[in-house]
C-alpha cells in the first residue's frame, strides 16, 4: 500500500494524489514475547526502509497505551482544532514544492526525480525530542503489557485486545499529529475472513464498520481500507514483481495450531476452501459489500448512544429482548452482580438531623458498585464475551479504567436529578410545532 501511495504521488502518475501521507509503526514485540534484542533488530530493519521512502513516520511501542488519555475513547464530531487550516496548508506546500522539483529536474532521469522527489519529504524523527520514536518504553510499562496478555486465557481474546489497543494507539497518533483519515492494508482475503470471524465472534451488528471501505465510527478520523479490492496472492505478486522490501515479525497466532483461535480456525477453513472454489472470498466479500450502516429503528432520530470502551461501536443493543443471546444474558449477569438487598431497618438519622460516618452518609451506589461490573456493562456483546477470559480487569491500561468510570459516575448523576428534569409533554410538543 505505501509502495502505491508512493507511486501516486509521483510525477509520473496520471492521477496524482493531493494529500501528505505520513506511516505509523506500531511495534507489538512486548505482547508477542519478543527479546529486546529481536524487537531491536526489527525496527533497525523497518527504520532503513522507512528512511528509503521519505515520508513522515512515527515508529510507536504499543506499551505506550498505559499513557493514553481517556479521551482516546470519545467520538468527536467535529475536526480537531487547527487541522482543517494546517492540512490545507500542507498539501499547498507539498503542490509547491513539487513544482519546484519539476522545474528544477526537468533534464533528469525518472529515477533520479523521484529520488529528489523522496528525499524532499520531512522527517519526524528527531534524537533531541523527547517524544522522538527513538525512545524505548520503560520496563514497567513493557512488565505491565506482559502481564496484561498473560492474563488472558484464550488466544482468541489475545487478539481481539491487540487489535483494540492498536486501534486505539493508531487514534490517539492520528489525532495528535493531524491526521483526518487513516488507511490501512487491509486486502480482500483478510477481509472476508475478518467477516466470517466477526459473526462467530458476535459481532454481525458491526460488520458495516469493521468489513466496509470507510469506518467512521471514531467521528474526526475516518478509517478507509483503500487495498480491499486486491487478494492475497496479487499482493504477494506485487511485492516480488517490483521488489517491495519487507520486514516479518512474528505475531501472536505465529506457529500456532489450527484450533488454537477462532482468528486461525476461520482462516484454514477460508484459505482451504478458495483452493477448492476460486471464486470463495470474492463471494463473501461481495456480500460485505452489501451490508448498510444503519442504527436500529427508533435510534436514529435520538441522540447518540453510549459506545463501547474497548471497539467504540455504538451500544444499540436492545437488553429488553430475552429473543438475543445478549438479552438472555443481561438478567443473568445482573442477578449474579447484583448484591442481595439488605432487610428494612429503623432510620437511623432523619432529614433534619446531621449525617454521621457510618450511617447514611456511607457511599453513594455510585461508589459501592462493582469495577468489574462498571466496565463490563460499557462494552458490546463481543466485547463481553472475550473478557470472560480475564479473569481481573486490573492488568487494563488506565485509559479505560478511568472512562469506565467516569461513564459510570454520570450515569448515576443522570437518574439521581432524573426526577428533576422538566420534559415537554406530547400536546406540548404537537403545540410547539405547529
Not at 25 to 41: H, Q, T, V
Not at 47 to 74: C, M, N, Y
Amino acid at each position: 500500500m505505501v509502495w502505491q501511495v508512493l507511486e501516486g504521488l509521483s510525477r509520473e502518475s496520471a492521477k496524482r494524489l493531493r494529500f501528505v501521507p505520513g506511516i505509523v509503526c506500531i511495534d507489538e514485540g512486548a505482547a508477542c514475547g519478543l527479546s529486546p534484542e529481536a524487537r531491536a533488530k526489527a525496527l533497525a530493519e523497518m527504520k532503513l526502509i522507512l528512511q528509503t521512502v521519505g515520508f513522515p513516520w512515527h515508529v510507536v511501542a504499543l506499551e505506550e497505551v498505559f499513557d493514553l488519555p481517556p479521551s482516546v475513547l470519545r467520538c468527536f464530531a467535529q475536526e480537531p482544532v487547527g487541522t482543517e487550516g494546517a492540512y490545507k496548508a500542507a498539501v499547498d506546500s507539498f503542490l509547491q514544492q513539487q513544482h519546484v522539483l519539476g522545474a528544477e529536474g526537468a533534464g533528469d532521469s525518472p529515477s533520479l526525480a523521484q529520488g529528489e522527489e523522496q528525499l524532499s519529504w520531512p522527517c519526524t524523527q528527531d534524537p533531541q525530542n523527547p517524544q522522538s520514536p527513538d525512545r524505548p518504553p520503560t520496563a514497567a510499562q513493557t512488565e505491565a503489557l506482559s502481564r496484561l496478555f498473560d492474563s488472558v486465557k484464550t488466544l482468541t481474546a489475545k487478539e481481539e485486545l491487540l487489535q483494540a489497543l492498536r486501534t486505539h494507539l493508531i487514534l490517539h497518533v492520528a489525532r495528535t499529529h493531524g491526521y483526518s483519515k487513516v488507511m490501512t492494508g487491509d486486502s480482500c482475503t483478510r477481509l472476508a475472513i475478518k467477516l466470517m470471524t466477526s459473526l462467530a465472534l458476535g459481532r454481525g451488528a458491526f460488520l458495516a464498520w469493521d468489513t466496509g471501505f470507510s469506518d467512521e465510527r471514531h467521528g474526526d478520523v475516518v478509517v478507509v481500507r483503500p487495498m480491499r479490492e486486491h487478494t492475497l496472492k496479487e499482493v504477494a505478486f506485487y511485492n516480488h514483481l517490483f521488489a517491495v522490501p519487507s520486514v516479518f515479525t512474528p505475531a501472536l497466532d505465529t506457529k500456532a495450531p489450527e484450533k488454537a483461535s477462532i482468528h486461525r480456525l476461520m482462516e484454514a477453513f477460508m484459505l482451504r476452501l478458495q483452493d477448492q472454489f476460486p471464486s470463495t472470498v470474492s463471494t463473501v466479500y461481495r456480500t460485505s459489500e452489501k451490508l448498510v450502516k444503519a442504527p436500529r429503528d427508533g435510534c436514529a432520530a435520538g441522540p447518540p448512544g453510549p459506545r463501547c470502551l474497548l471497539c467504540m461501536c455504538a451500544l444499540d443493543i436492545d437488553t429488553a429482548d430475552s429473543a438475543t443471546a445478549f438479552g438472555a444474558q443481561t438478567p443473568l449477569h445482573l442477578s449474579q452482580t447484583q448484591p442481595p438487598t439488605p432487610p428494612p431497618t429503623a432510620p437511623c438519622c432523619s432529614a433534619g438531623m446531621g449525617r454521621v460516618q457510618g450511617c447514611c452518609g456511607g457511599a453513594r451506589p455510585c461508589e459501592r458498585e462493582d469495577p468489574r461490573a462498571r466496565v463490563i456493562e460499557q462494552l458490546c456483546y463481543g466485547c463481553r464475551v472475550n473478557m470472560k477470559d480475564l479473569p481481573s480487569l486490573d492488568p487494563l491500561p488506565p485509559y479505560i479504567l478511568a472512562e469506565a468510570r467516569l461513564r459510570s459516575q454520570r450515569a448515576c448523576i443522570e437518574q439521581q436529578i432524573q426526577e428533576y428534569l422538566v420534559e415537554d409533554s406530547d400536546d406540548e410538543a404537537q403545540t410547539g410545532e405547529s
